[in-house]
């Protein structure tokens, strides 16, 4: 049973940073490649960031690359995001999911290539 839990979350003023950590269980974490996704408020829920099984591919959205960073520490199964240089529209509920199918630059950002995932964790940057 895949189970991921998201933490790291709150609130942070505009230029600031955070590190989200996505907590996995119940699966080969080794075998899975790991994405960050969140949602907006009336908006669709987007990809983020991905990191495949053995870090040979790392993919991010056009709106993070250059501030933000996913890494992986197999040894405790934890996938983290690192956020800096925040921005108000960065808000959102960010959410870890875990694909078994491998990925690639074009389909790392869709939700149907991801197994399982985790709740939601808030951001929050004021302007």
């Known amino acids: 049973d895949v189970q991921l839990q998201a933490s790291g979350g709150g609130l942070v003023q505009a230029g600031g940073s955070l590190r989200l950590s996505c907590v996995t269980s119940?699966?080969?974490?080794?075998?899975?490649?790991i994405g960050w996704f969140r949602q907006a408020p009336g908006k669709e829920r987007e990809g983020v960031a991905c990191?495949?099984?053995?870090?040979?591919?790392?993919y991010y959205s056009d709106s993070v690359r250059g501030r933000f960073t996913i890494s992986r520490d197999n040894a405790k199964d934890t996938v983290y995001l690192l956020m800096n240089s925040l921005k108000p529209e960065d808000s959102a509920v960010y959410f870890c999911?875990?694909?078994?199918?491998?990925?690639?630059?074009?389909?790392?950002?869709?939700?149907?290539?991801?197994?399982?995932w985790g709740q939601g964790t808030q951001v929050t940057v004021s302007s």
């Open positions: 999911a875990a694909s078994s199918s491998g990925n690639s630059d074009r389909y790392w950002s869709a939700r149907w290539n991801y197994d399982g």
């Open positions: 119940g699966f080969n974490f080794d075998d899975y490649s």
């Open positions: 990191i495949s099984s053995f870090v040979d591919s790392i």
